[in-house]
């Protein structure tokens, strides 16, 4: 009887170190805000907007087309139009809520538009040498983990919300090594 509750004891410590060690990593990586965007604002993170926006059907530019990183007026009506079918305030400012709901996760295999935002990120941001294509393959995978690895996260490969905001939030590493 004694054995057995030195056993569950023990078991509850090992289970709520677990507990407490991921809680104080998903702090660790959450320390970042969203960045929020709206119109008149240029850059990378519009380009991945603008991806993000064309994986939910919205048709911001051409197939096989880049988009522009100018958030102009069609960008602010699909915003606001994405805001209103996801029960958000619909005002065309892109903060916190509205980046929860447009992010997907992608991983090794993937491809869509949401993979070009990736790519566009890793390429414009983070100085990557990578081709912009939307298919997740071996270099972006190698990135991805190199830009996890720098930024003090998991090096799964998988992008998904932590991983995301670690990218839009920042600005730049130094350049990455190019895969060998």
């Known amino acids: 009887m004694k054995k057995n509750n030195r056993r569950l004891a023990l078991l509850f410590i090992v289970i709520m170190s677990m507990a407490l060690s991921s809680i104080a990593i998903y702090a660790h990586a959450g320390n970042h805000s969203w960045p929020l965007l709206r119109y008149g604002d240029k850059g990378t993170n519009v380009k991945t907007l603008k991806c993000f926006l064309k994986s939910k059907g919205y048709n911001l530019y051409s197939d096989g087309g880049e988009p522009s990183d100018y958030f102009d007026s069609a960008t602010k009506s699909a915003v606001k139009s994405f805001q209103s079918a996801n029960n958000l305030s619909a005002d065309g400012i892109v903060g916190k809520n509205t980046w929860s709901k447009l992010i997907a996760t992608v991983y090794y295999g993937v491809k869509s538009n949401t993979v070009r935002g990736l790519q566009y990120q ?59």
């Not at 990135?143 to 600005?171: C, M």
């Open 122 to 180: 890793l390429k414009e941001k983070y100085k990557c040498n990578l081709k912009v294509d939307g298919d997740f393959q071996y270099e972006t995978k190698y990135y991805v983990n190199t830009f996890q690895y720098r930024a003090g996260l998991t090096e799964d490969g998988i992008v998904g919300p932590k991983t995301w905001n670690h990218l839009l939030s920042n600005n730049s590493f130094d350049d990455f090594p190019t895969p060998q």
